[in-house]
């Protein structure tokens, strides 16, 4: 093959941007929350024919003048009334045929609510929380969307604090393990666990007992943002394949 | 704030992709290579007048019926003639305003090559190979795309055996340590690093020596990539945070 660097180029050289070259961006928000002990993700029905009575991510269309970002903030805050949540990008999603109103190439984000702080009052095209294990088909390329989000929340939940965002602010280790529990799909050693976090010196015993569970109280503690946002972040952690 | 949540939406309602919501997409990869000890980025001058003289990624508008990722090879081929590489997504940049031709959405990958395996014969704009470290000052928002493909390799290079990708197919622990350090711009402890290196058991002893060498001739080895591929991957690592 013979490297062919005569091309103009849009980095290089001066472009004009051709209609049949320009495309619909979307945005697709995978928002995460936990109740019952179980993973849940946030979906609605499609009216499309092409996808009658499949569920979909929630997700909209890049407006002119709009950041990609501040795109998916507005689809989430649509959506849950919520403003001020963890939301991160994920992947770009580019098949030719993904779509079928034609050309769109779709940005995905992932989300992570606390249930029970926002009540979804309006339930239109059956908007509502399905544990992640039950979904097995979507509509479009969605349900490769979500396993791709999960797939990095999975990962993302060893790495930095971000469960915590799902979690009320005081929590009990055996929330916390039920939590880890359900994302990974793992069951966790409770001495190991226990021991691990509390290595870490982030979580605070803040010396109140649950209430009203079915089990004998447990400690309630909080999770330590501000040691944490002062903790120096090493860029080798070591070498783990 | 009250959720609205009667908008009609693409993923829900048949729509149509209106041309004022249509954007070029573009792809710029971020092609590292390794030599002299330095981690190097493949880098040509932008002939563009907001940015004249100032270097740029590799990049290239998205074509109709092309998928994106497809795209992104593509770009890697026309540049360097090479086929078969490393490459992968980090995340999509969507400013409004982050190229003067009109909007344009792009999405950054980066690619690891073997500097050796392949020469740059034609160098129109300049296309060479650039220290990293030396970069301060791109076109666009090359800069920043650059920064958050590094950060992405710093991190991937520990999780999985990626770095590989950068080195001759015989090494010496001496060049993979070099190559560690140069990415991560860390100096690492020599045992520990090669103990480390050992108990992964995907390092083979070829039993052949370095040839002309500035310093006493290290053992050459291979990296298992067979033995890896058949590895179990655990969805649990641990929680390191």
């Known amino acids: ?32 929350g936990y109740e019952e002990n179980t993973l849940k993700v946030l979906l609605i029905k499609s009216d499309l024919p092409a996808f009658a009575n499949k569920w979909s991510l929630l997700g909209d269309l890049l407006h002119p003048d709009e950041d990609l970002d501040a795109a998916s903030y507005r689809v989430l805050r649509d959506r849950t009334g ?13 098949q030719v045929n993904r779509h079928p109103a034609g050309r769109v190439v779709t940005t995905a ?3 992570l609510v606390n ?18 294990n039950d979904i097995h088909e979507m509509a479009f390329d ?14 993302k939940v060893q790495e930095e604090p971000v469960i915590f965002n799902l979690l009320e602010q005081k929590f009990s280790l055996r929330d916390l393990q039920n939590l880890y529990e359900a994302i990974l799909d793992v069951k966790l050693d409770r001495r ?16 109140e007992m649950e209430q009203d569970v079915p089990h004998r109280p447990g400690k309630l503690y909080t999770f330590n943002h501000a040691r944490y946002a002062k ?6 952690v070591g070498i783990d394949f």
Chains 1, 2 share one sequence.
């Not at 249930?115 to 059956?126: C, W």
């Open 1 to 32: 093959m013979t490297p062919n660097r005569k091309k103009p180029n849009i980095n290089t050289t001066p472009v004009e941007l051709m209609p049949d070259f320009q495309f619909a961006i979307s945005v697709d928000c995978v928002i995460f």
């Open 82 to 94: 919520l403003d001020n949540v963890f939301l991160e990008q994920v992947h770009t999603f580019g």
């Open 109 to 111: 984000y992932y989300s």
């Open 115 to 132: 249930i029970r702080h926002h009540q979804l009052s309006q339930l239109d095209n059956e908007l509502h929380w399905h544990p992640v």
């Open 142 to 155: 969605h349900k490769k969307i979500l396993d791709t989000c999960l797939k990095h929340l999975q990962k």
């Open 192 to 207: 190991n666990f226990r021991k691990k976090l509390f290595t870490t010196d982030l979580l605070t015993d803040i010396h």
């Open 231 to 236: 903790m120096k972040k090493k860029t080798f």
